[in-house]
């Protein structure tokens, strides 16, 4: 199956739609129902994977003629996963307990093509800087980062939070790997350039 308009992406977020579409290839996207609660004494790695593992079985089972990807983002703050704050309170709560802190977020990427899954895993070091209350809300307050991990943008105004960013794939901290996503839709035989 060598068919791009066959592709899909089992998510709805405007981000990974965004870098996806920078492969210039024809896709779908389709909601994956997934529960994403994590199991007792799952690490931030094991969640990601996952989740990127399960949303990809769940759409590929709807199109299984497609190659289908799933992605998941979790914020690992010293081995505990931190999810999508939902809204304003929740977000000045992460960003006053990561201030001043490292946090690892572990985006996990997932193929499913041909009854088959692969995945793989980019993890992206976030150094941030002292940050005063009044700031996080002001930032919280402009930018409304409550549908992503760790509350903030990095794409956005969320990138004046930082210190430092330690990555080999930029395009991870956003939402979606795409050094590892081509890698994996090359090896499931998807011809790119």
Do not use: N
């Not at 931030?44 to 983002?73: E, H, Y």
Request: with cysteine; glycine share 8%; hydrophobic share 45%.
């Amino acid at each position: 199956m060598s068919d791009p308009a066959r592709l899909v992406l089992a998510s709805t977020s405007p981000y990974r739609r965004e870098l996806l579409a920078r492969l210039q290839l024809p896709f779908d996207t389709v909601r994956p129902e997934v529960d994403e609660t994590a199991l007792d004494g799952e690490t931030p790695t094991a969640l990601a994977l996952r989740l990127a593992v399960a949303k990809a079985a769940a759409v590929a089972a709807l199109r299984p003629d497609a190659r289908v990807i799933g992605s998941d983002q979790v914020a690992d703050f010293g081995g505990a996963a931190m999810g999508k704050p939902g809204g304003r309170a929740a977000a000045i709560a992460q960003l006053e307990a990561m201030s001043g802190s490292s946090v690892a977020f572990r985006t996990a990427v997932a193929v499913a093509s041909g009854g088959a899954v692969t995945s793989a895993l980019d993890t992206t070091l976030v150094h941030f800087r002292r940050l005063g209350r009044a700031e996080i809300e002001r930032y919280v307050d402009l930018e409304q980062p409550f549908d992503c991990a760790g509350s903030f943008k990095s794409e956005g105004l969320g990138i004046t939070l930082f210190d430092a960013i330690e990555s080999r794939d930029p395009t991870a901290l956003v939402g979606l790997p795409l050094l590892e996503t081509i890698r994996l839709l090359r090896e499931s035989g998807l011809a790119l350039p």
